[in-house]
């Protein structure tokens, strides 16, 4: 037994499952998982020493590599004054600033602790701004896990096979309603049967929790017109998309303007940080400067605002990463396309620029249900063939692919040549 097993023994015994957030559970492979010492660059090393190429990337902050050593100065740097007041600080208002002088669509933005209390924050300003009180979302699009929007929510519950969490209460999801992603006459149906009565369309403008789903040519344009048709605000949550298709995520990478957007991940660089922003008629309704409340001891926090703002300005000011990434993307996930036709192996692969997914599914990816459809004992024989040659992919089916500015060629060829190992067995 290995060190990895000896902690998991431990930590099964004092933390629920052994691990505090369930998709770095190990469940859906059968084993322990890895316990992680360190990550420097495209690389990451667990307890027994052993050195992957990292494709979690955190679940994608660290989209300029591990341990970048412009973040990591900023936050030593910022140490040294305090790790938090509770009071109002210069960072905040630079990190503002930054956002909205360069992101068209939001004019003020509110900073959170998680993805999860952005999305859950934004839809309550929505709510508060429409006066309405339903909401559609897509199955198998995940937006965190408060109460709302834990209705066929992606990834994490796919994974452990259940289908909704137990301890929502019917009142708490009575006024969520799910449609299809990519099929605009469900999302059409749903707003005819609630006329007047849906305060926000939410969605992932490219679904990263049921593995990498793109919209359809189209999908994104015509829930804009429906917004705008039904006097229903539309949210894309940017936690995965947000300065990582483009500086302007998601919205500026297909060209639809959303009313509101939520980030996560890469907006705290590793930190602990969201951030929920949008049209300044909506954001003005939020406390204290409007009736919809909305409150956090550590929001804003001075070091989680400097590693933030620090990764946010490199990558504005080297727009070329986002080319890059586009060029790796097709560089890996395309070669990836290739090895499954020539190896006649029946499978999909879907990508986004550095967003990736390999479905084991013999049809075409293109909602939830068509990613249900997959072999996930296939997929558990893969991620092992993966792990044992090096190569730290998600533990699960429904999980992206992040590839970070630090994965090379030479890194995408060799875990090419790995994933082609695989399918010539
Ligand atoms: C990760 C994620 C969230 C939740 O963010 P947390 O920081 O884990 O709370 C919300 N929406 C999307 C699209 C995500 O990928």
Redesign the pocket.
């Known amino acids: 037994m290995g060190r990895s097993e000896d902690l998991f023994e431990r930590a099964v015994k004092r933390i629920p499952g052994g691990v505090n957030s369930p998709v770095r559970a190990y469940g859906a492979i059968g084993m322990a998982p890895r316990f992680i010492e360190r990550a420097d660059g495209c690389y990451i090393y667990d307890v027994d020493g052993n050195k992957y190429i990292d494709y979690i990337d955190s679940?994608g902050p660290m989209i300029l590599g591990h341990n970048f050593p412009a973040v990591r100065e900023s936050v030593l740097k910022a140490c040294e004054n305090g790790l938090s007041f509770g009071c109002a600080t210069e960072i905040e208002v630079e990190m503002a600033e930054f956002i909205c002088e360069h992101i068209p669509h939001v004019e003020m933005v509110r900073m959170v602790n998680?993805?999860?209390?952005a999305?859950m924050s934004a839809i309550r300003a929505a709510r508060g701004f429409t006066g309405k009180d339903k909401i559609i979302k897509f199955a198998g699009c995940?937006?965190?896990?408060s109460d709302a929007l834990l209705v066929s929510a992606g990834s994490g519950v796919m994974t452990s096979g259940v289908p909704d969490s137990a301890g929502v209460p019917k009142g708490c999801t009575q006024d969520t309603m799910t449609a299809v992603y990519n099929d605009l006459d469900s999302v059409r149906a749903l707003l005819e049967e609630a006329p007047d009565q849906v305060a926000a369309v939410i969605v992932?403008a490219v679904g990263?929790?049921m593995g990498v789903v793109p919209p359809k040519k189209g999908f994104l344009e015509g829930l804009r017109t429906l917004c705008d048709q039904y006097g229903t605000l539309l949210i894309f949550?940017e936690?995965?998309t947000g300065f990582r298709l483009a500086f302007g995520g998601a919205a500026e990478y297909f060209g639809v303007k959303p009313d509101m957007v939520?980030y996560?991940?890469i907006i705290g660089a590793g930190m602990p940080v969201?951030a929920y922003g949008g049209r300044k008629e909506i954001m003005q309704m939020v406390s204290p400067a409007g009736p919809v409340y909305q409150a956090g001891t550590l929001s804003g926090n001075p070091i989680a605002m400097a590693a933030g703002l620090t990764q946010l300005k490199y990558l504005y000011e080297h727009q070329e990463v986002y080319k890059d990434l586009e060029a790796k993307g097709q560089k890996l996930y395309g070669s990836m396309e290739e090895i499954l036709k020539e190896t006649g192996s029946p499978y999909q692969v879907n990508h986004v620029s550095s967003l990736g997914s390999i479905f084991f599914a013999t049809e075409e990816v293109r909602d939830y249900t068509s990613a249900k459809a997959s072999d996930t004992k296939k997929f558990a024989e893969y991620f092992l063939h993966m792990l044992k040659n090096g190569i730290h992919l998600a533990p699960s089916q429904f999980e992206a692919m992040f590839l970070s500015t630090a994965h090379s060629d030479a890194v995408i060829e060799e875990t090419l040549d790995k994933v082609r190992g695989f399918f010539t067995k």
């Open positions: 679940w998680s993805g999860t209390e999305v995940y937006h965190g896990h992932e990263a929790n949550d936690v995965i939520t996560g991940k969201g």
